[in-house]
């Protein structure tokens, strides 16, 4: 049974529209990540958030990218305006502290058209 | 800062041969190590890690990791693959840092694919 679950599955968005991605744990953590994997490349980190903060970011993670648990249990992905290089799969994980490893979740497609 | 390398991106094989699938990792501090898997269109899923103690770890699926800090390696093999087990595979690794959000660091990938 899987820890986190995403939400879509997939997502398709014109250019410069915004997008939200979502990221529900099955149980309370500490820790939330996202990661990205365009198409046939490695995954690669974008932001990790602890205590209701930015912990760290990459520099994929610029201004148009945001980041947070609006109820205390969902935890969002925000590209306010996006790129046709935002096309990717889009994965959360989850951590809890003093424990590995990280556990992730099935992903979101983002197709930007 | 950490890196990791994957020297193969392909790998074919044979249904019951064994498989070695190559990790090499540079870092200045402490890391633990990690293999996942990727199953097509699916997110991915821990096969290993490599946190303290034995050097040899063993994962699901029969796979199992050796590290070796001198040569900073962090090998997968599998004694005898199936056809299941055609999948990318991830080596990663993260530093051992206190009250860090300790980040994954990913390689490339290796594609496994078993063949009759």
């Known amino acids: 049974e899987p820890e986190v679950t995403q939400t879509p599955s997939h997502q398709v968005t014109q250019m410069g529209q915004e997008v939200i991605l979502r990221c529900v744990p099955i149980s309370n953590h500490l820790y939330f990540y996202w990661y990205r994997q365009i198409l046939g490349q490695k995954v690669e980190f974008l932001v990790s958030f602890y205590n209701n903060e930015i912990s760290e970011k990459s520099e994929i993670f610029d201004d148009q990218f945001s980041v947070e648990r609006p109820d205390g249990s969902n935890f969002t992905l925000k590209i306010r305006s996006t790129k046709l290089e935002d096309s990717a799969m889009y994965f959360c994980?989850?951590?809890?502290?003093?424990?590995?490893?990280?556990?992730f979740g099935d992903g979101t497609r983002l197709s930007i058209l | 800062a950490q890196s990791v390398t994957q020297l193969d991106s392909q790998v074919p094989v044979f249904e019951e041969a064994p498989v070695e699938l190559r990790c090499n990792y540079s870092s200045s501090v402490s890391v633990y190590l990690f293999w996942y898997v990727q199953y097509p269109n699916q997110g991915l899923q821990l096969l290993l890690k490599y946190l303290s103690g034995s050097t040899l770890v063993k994962g699901i699926n029969g796979f199992e990791a050796e590290f070796n800090k001198s040569q900073t390696s962090f090998h997968l093999r599998k004694p005898s693959v199936h056809i299941s087990d055609t999948a990318e595979y991830f080596c990663?690794?993260?530093?051992?840092?206190?009250?860090?959000?300790?980040?994954?660091?990913f390689g490339t990938g290796t594609q496994l694919k078993v063949e009759l």
């Open positions: 994980a989850i951590r809890d502290r003093g424990s590995q490893p990280q556990h």
């Open positions: 990663a690794v993260t530093a051992i840092l206190t009250g860090g959000g300790n980040k994954l660091t």
